[in-house]
């Protein structure tokens, strides 16, 4: 009897404890807990914007409150039914008609494998160390938040722009955003805005000492390579083959692949700055029921590869030459096509100003000094909504103000430190005052600039 009433009250005891751990150690630290902000965050990540179905209902319900609450006036759009965009407007007090800044971010956020995650990954729980685990609590509704949060801290101290900030909230950026800024940056509502400078998504700095600017995009080409040649048993040697053709240029590509992973790995260029090759298909063969045909060569051969080539007019060339005459060379039975390219002006993928002649970067750079953090442009290799942005001639810079978390976009336990994300706060607040104080415009400033 006595052993069996231990064991009970043995078991009550872990079971307590477990209690315990949950409720007490489990959490975050009691500050970040009762933050305002980091509340108005996580419930904002809780909200299952993920794709294929996102929840875009509940989130403009929730960011239409939040801008009701600051202050902005709203409208939303629907250019495609269920995917809708939300713009919420800070009016500028000038007078005059200034170009207006847009802060932007998308508001769905890519799936997730839950089974791999420590924490459900739409229960935005936070750890004893504030690191808040959440789907998109990197990409990108952090940067979302931040731009609110900044201007209610402005809006508290009574400041006011000169011209006008928006804050955009737009579906399916995961998607390729066709459905979104796709629709938008062709409409008249867009240019009716007025835009001078976008501000997007852009890259957490590793370090306490930068951020980091995102001002261009590599030029993306989905290219497959489509090899034909003689058929017949699976016996015979057959000059040039389908396959024989292919493995000719994957041998040319992979060399490629090499040289240009090995520039990275010696440190003398940067991943921005060489041409990615990677294989995504390989198709052939006979299929069967359960396999394929083993004893038949075929015919055609098919692979596809995602390149990622730096935005320059010149190495879009130099590639092209490359494709045409040693990847899929015609008198090699081969041929090529892109399923999709990016777009270019005059040949090129256009990109923002990133010095000091633009006074976006500027006033961008100089913000940031004010954190002693220094600001490095960056051409990223994957699409973001900017492009459609920089495509309409309108400048855009890619900044997650956001360091010393590990980056972990589209991966498992993606978190946010909560700590990092009060401090990016205060970074966007000094920009939104920058840009919102600068009265001057992108033309006018050039023209300053170079009468000096
Ligand atoms: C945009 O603003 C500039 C500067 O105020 C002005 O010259 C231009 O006409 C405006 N364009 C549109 C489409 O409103
Ligand atoms: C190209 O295809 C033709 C017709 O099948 C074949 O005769 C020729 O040998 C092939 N050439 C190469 C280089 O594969
Ligand atoms: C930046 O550095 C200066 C000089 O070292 C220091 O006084 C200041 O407190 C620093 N500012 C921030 C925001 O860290
Ligand atoms: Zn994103």
């Known amino acids: 009897?006595?052993?069996?009433?231990?064991?009970?009250?043995?078991?009550?005891?872990?079971?307590?404890?477990?209690?315990?751990?949950?409720?007490?150690?489990?959490?975050?630290?009691?500050?970040?807990?009762?933050?305002?902000?980091?509340?108005?965050?996580?419930?904002?990540?809780?909200?299952?914007?993920?794709?294929?179905?996102?929840?875009?209902?509940?989130?403009?319900?929730?960011?239409?409150?939040?801008?009701?609450?600051?202050?902005?006036?709203?409208?939303t759009f629907e250019f495609v039914p269920k995917k809708p965009i939300l713009l919420t407007t800070w009016k500028g007090s000038s007078k005059e008609k200034l170009q207006s800044v847009i802060l932007n971010s998308h508001m769905d956020v890519v799936p997730v494998e839950e089974e791999k995650w420590k924490y459900p990954p739409f229960d935005a729980e936070m750890d004893e160390d504030g690191n808040i685990f959440a789907r998109g609590s990197q990409d990108m509704k952090v940067v979302g938040i931040m731009y609110l949060e900044a201007i209610r801290i402005l809006k508290s101290k009574g400041w006011v722009p000169v011209r006008d900030v928006h804050v955009l909230w737009?579906?399916?950026?995961?998607?390729?955003?066709?459905?979104?800024?796709?629709?938008?940056?062709?409409?008249?509502?867009f240019e009716e805005l007025n835009a001078s400078i976008v501000l997007d998504e852009g890259s957490i700095s590793s370090s306490g000492d930068k951020y980091i600017a995102i001002n261009g995009e590599k030029n993306m080409w989905w290219l497959v390579i489509t090899a034909k040649g003689e058929t017949g048993h699976?016996?015979?040697?057959?000059?040039?083959?389908?396959?024989?053709?292919?493995?000719?240029?994957?041998?040319?590509?992979?060399?490629?692949?090499?040289?240009?992973?090995?520039?990275?790995?010696?440190?003398?260029?940067?991943?921005?700055?060489?041409?990615?090759?990677?294989?995504?298909?390989?198709?052939?063969?006979?299929?069967?029921?359960?396999?394929?045909?083993?004893?038949?060569?075929?015919?055609?051969v098919e692979a596809g590869f995602d390149v990622r080539i730096p935005p320059s007019k010149e190495m879009a060339a130099l590639m092209k030459k490359r494709v045409v005459e040693e990847w899929a060379p015609k008198n090699r039975n081969m041929s090529f096509y892109f399923t999709s390219q990016s777009e270019t002006r005059d040949g090129e993928v256009p990109l923002t100003t990133a010095d000091d002649s633009n006074p976006w970067w500027f006033l961008l750079r100089t913000a940031v000094s004010k954190f002693n953090a220094t600001l490095t442009p960056r051409i990223t290799g994957g699409a973001t909504d900017s492009s459609f942005v920089r495509m309409h001639g309108v400048d855009a810079f890619g900044i997650t103000a956001i360091q010393n978390v590990p980056s972990l976009l589209h991966n498992h336990n993606e978190y946010m430190n909560g700590y990092e994300f009060l401090k990016g706060i205060n970074v966007v607040v000094e920009i939104i005052d920058r840009f919102g104080s600068f009265s001057g415009s992108r033309q006018s400033y050039q023209i300053q600039r170079s009468s000096m």
């Not at 399916?172 to 066709?178: A, H």
Request: with cysteine.
């Open 1 to 75: 009897m006595i052993e069996i009433q231990t064991l009970k009250y043995g078991k009550l005891i872990v079971f307590l404890l477990l209690c315990f751990c949950a409720g007490v150690w489990g959490r975050g630290p009691e500050d970040l807990e009762e933050n305002p902000a980091v509340q108005r965050f996580r419930t904002y990540l809780r909200i299952r914007t993920v794709q294929p179905e996102p929840d875009y209902l509940s989130a403009i319900n929730f960011l239409l409150g939040q801008a009701k609450e600051i202050g902005l006036s709203t409208r």
């Open 170 to 189: 737009v579906p399916d950026e995961e998607v390729g955003g066709d459905d979104g800024w796709g629709k938008f940056s062709v409409s008249k509502e």
């Open 234 to 300: 699976g016996s015979i040697y057959f000059e040039n083959s389908a396959a024989e053709n292919m493995f000719k240029s994957i041998a040319s590509i992979n060399a490629f692949r090499d040289s240009q992973m090995a520039l990275v790995r010696a440190g003398e260029k940067s991943s921005e700055e060489v041409v990615s090759v990677n294989s995504v298909f390989l198709k052939s063969g006979l299929p069967t029921s359960d396999g394929f045909t083993m004893n038949i060569q075929p015919s055609v």
